[in-house]
């Protein structure tokens, strides 16, 4: 059974930063993919950031020079660096894995895998 399990969040004030990490475990197949995404309080989930299966690194274009995804696969372990956090970057974010990418009339699309985490919550205060 997979699971994937978050930590890391916490209160922040603006300006600040926090790593958010993501521990798989009961994998029988190599992680080919990972990302996060986060949903605040009245909206809809979003994507954060992805490392795909192509090796493309992606990002939502409100987080881009802020944010870093990596991953140790020493340690199947996927992280998100948050740095210059933001009041607005408040939401639960969500690990998820093996979603799938490709490119529907010119426009690059990645969707979500069938693998999440509970999630862990992030709170930045202004």
């Known amino acids: 059974q997979v699971q994937l399990v978050e930590s890391g969040g916490g209160l922040v004030q603006a300006g600040g930063s926090l790593t958010l990490s993501c521990a798989v475990s009961?994998?029988?197949?190599?992680?080919?993919?990972a990302g996060w995404y986060r949903q605040a309080p009245g909206k809809q989930r979003e994507l954060v950031a992805a490392l795909t299966p192509s090796g493309r690194t992606t990002y939502a274009d409100s987080v881009r020079g802020r944010f870093t995804i990596s991953r140790d696969n020493a340690k199947n372990t996927v992280y998100l660096q948050m740095n210059r956090l933001k009041p607005e970057d408040t939401a639960v974010y969500y690990c998820n894995a093996q979603g799938t990418e490709g490119w529907v009339s010119g426009t690059y699309y990645y969707s979500p895998g069938a693998y999440w985490g509970q999630g862990t919550q992030v709170t930045v205060s202004s």
């Open positions: 009961g994998c029988t197949f190599s992680i080919n993919a």
